[in-house]
């Protein structure tokens, strides 16, 4: 819709150009018409203004003295009735067509687009369509998890909008605005995403999402080391600073390119990489709590276990066998996607 929405402005801009341009042709041509014929009697602007009253059929008087003694004069005035008059009347339709195409195509597009996020749940929103937003928006529609998108340049909406398609959802507004917020579904969200490029900005979001949805996963950017920890106090789930991931990701590149390359190939979504890493849950129902790992069938499914993240949160690397599971812990495992999925169904028992 959005595709066909720009192109309709298209049409409807080029044909507003054209018309405009053939008007100011005809009332060109009318006044230096009136002014030839009057052999210089009349002024500019007597003539322009005869040529304007004429194509807009008014019904004025003739304005020009003496102009019923040069019957050349009446000529030009019957050519631009017949040639000029319809030349206005399009240029009009075109300007009306513009104002009420945009209008109401644009008010279908955000009525469709609100019922759409109206039926979101357990979505992500993301905060920002910058530099940073635009990668995160690329990865999370190759994962295949929905999201809206929050940014108050619509410019920038258009652009993402225009290589998406039809796929994007999007509010134009202030991300800091609990309103938008609400618009863009945060309550039934299970995540918000900020990557503005203001640490106020994305410390008000933290603080507006918190409070409107106290169970959603919130991860913000952070661009001063300093705000790390006023974000998390703010009820910020993580925090990532893009300036220090890059520098830790050169350095590593120079001395250690073999074992980046190989983090990126087991973490990456898509490209044709089948085993990666992948975070599978323990709960407390599970039949394994309570067992080691030599006695489970975990190795024997395909999947490696690298790391446990205990429910305190401290990690157990490579784990032994004598390694007992608990309830709430999560099983860092390396493995292909259906063992990863055979695995949650064992453990889900």
């Avoid at 996020?117 to 690329?138: N, Y």
């Avoid at 809206?148 to 959802?169: C, I, M, P, Q, T």
């Avoid at 006023?230 to 300036?243: C, E, F, S």
Wanted: aromatic share 6%; proline share 3%.
């Amino acid at each position: 819709m959005k595709l066909l929405f720009f192109r309709s402005r298209r049409g409807a801009y080029g044909r507003l150009i054209s018309a405009a341009g053939v008007l100011a042709a005809v009332v060109l041509m009318g006044a230096a018409g009136y002014h030839m014929v009057g052999a210089g009697r009349w002024s500019w602007f007597d003539c322009f203004y005869m040529t304007v009253i004429t194509l807009s059929t008014v019904g004025f008087a003739e304005t020009l003295e003496g102009m019923n003694e040069i019957p050349e004069a009446r000529v030009v005035t019957i050519s631009l009735i017949i040639l000029g008059s319809g030349t206005l009347l399009y240029f009009i339709s075109s300007l009306t067509a513009l104002i009420v195409e945009g209008d109401l195509q644009g008010i279908l597009r955000r009525r469709s687009m609100e019922r759409a996020i109206g039926t979101l749940s357990e979505h992500v929103i993301l905060c920002g369509i910058g530099t940073t937003g635009w990668h995160i928006a690329t990865e999370l529609r190759a994962v295949g998890v929905p999201f809206v998108v929050v940014d108050a340049d619509r410019e920038r909406l258009d652009e993402l909008n225009a290589e998406f398609g039809d796929e994007l959802l999007f509010v134009c507004g202030d991300a800091t605005d609990d309103h938008v917020l609400d618009l863009a579904g945060v309550e039934r969200a299970r995540g918000v995403i900020s990557a503005l490029n203001d640490d106020k900005a994305n410390l008000f979001v933290t603080i507006s999402a918190r409070a409107l949805n106290p169970t959603a996963r919130i991860v913000a950017k952070s661009i001063e080391p300093s705000t790390e920890r006023k974000l998390k106090r703010a009820g910020a789930d993580a925090v990532v600073a893009p300036n220090y991931i890059g520098g830790v990701r050169l350095f590593s590149e120079m001395v250690s390119p073999k074992t980046v390359a190989f983090l990126d190939r087991i973490v990456q979504f898509g490209g044709g990489i089948s085993v990666g890493l992948q975070a599978v849950d323990v709960p407390a129902e599970s039949p394994l709590v309570g067992q080691r790992l030599a006695e489970t069938d975990i190795r024997e499914a395909g999947a490696l276990v690298v790391a446990v993240h205990r429910a305190d949160g401290d990690y157990v690397y490579n784990p032994g066998g004598e390694h007992m599971l608990e309830a709430g812990d999560s099983l860092i495992v390396l493995a292909e996607a259906k063992d990863a999925t055979r695995l949650r169904s064992t453990l889900e028992g």
